[in-house]
């Protein structure tokens, strides 16, 4: 089960920051049409083109979650796509953010988590709950040092 809600994460992460590449890279571009020159400019420009993979692979993790787990639990944990595109708009876009923000970002965490413990029948004395929140500092790294790592690489190969 952890491993599809892990695959469900990823997925959801791919997606959300392939969409908001695939937007930037637009900035410069014209909108898209069936020309061959308009399609050959969005199929050069490495920002969109990044995206749009990006989004894809998303796609197919989502795709090896749903084999792995069922609907109940891997929409929920879809969810959270949304928070990791907040945290990744804040280092990428520099978008700011407020403290109610972070709270919503931390909900959607532990909610997620929430949905993986509950998504298994387990045995209250199998989960130790000394591990709990081991795990979801684990989990609050890994969605800020991917977002940030990301951010920086993508403004590096724009530089």
């Avoid at 994460?9 to 020159?37: E, W």
């Avoid at 929140?133 to 977002?147: D, R």
Wanted: proline share 4%.
């Amino acid at each position: 089960m952890w491993e599809a809600v892990a695959l469900t994460l990823a997925g959801a992460a791919g997606n959300s920051i392939g969409k908001v590449l695939q937007k930037k890279g637009t900035l410069i571009l014209p909108p898209l049409s069936f020309k061959l020159k308009v399609m050959r400019r969005y199929a050069l420009n490495r920002l969109w083109i990044s995206g749009f993979l990006l989004d894809m692979c998303g796609a197919a993790l989502m795709l090896t979650a749903l084999s792995q787990a069922p609907v109940s639990v891997v929409q929920p944990v879809a969810g959270c796509g949304l928070a990791i595109l907040c945290v990744f708009s804040h280092f990428y876009l520099k978008e700011v953010m407020n403290g109610l923000d972070w709270i919503a970002i931390t909900l959607a965490g532990i909610g997620t988590i929430g949905v993986g413990v509950g998504g298994e029948e387990q045995k209250v004395e199998e989960i130790p709950l000394i591990s709990i929140p081991w795990l979801v500092l684990c989990i609050l790294i890994l969605f800020v040092g991917s977002a940030q790592h990301l951010a920086s690489y993508v403004q590096e190969a724009k530089a």
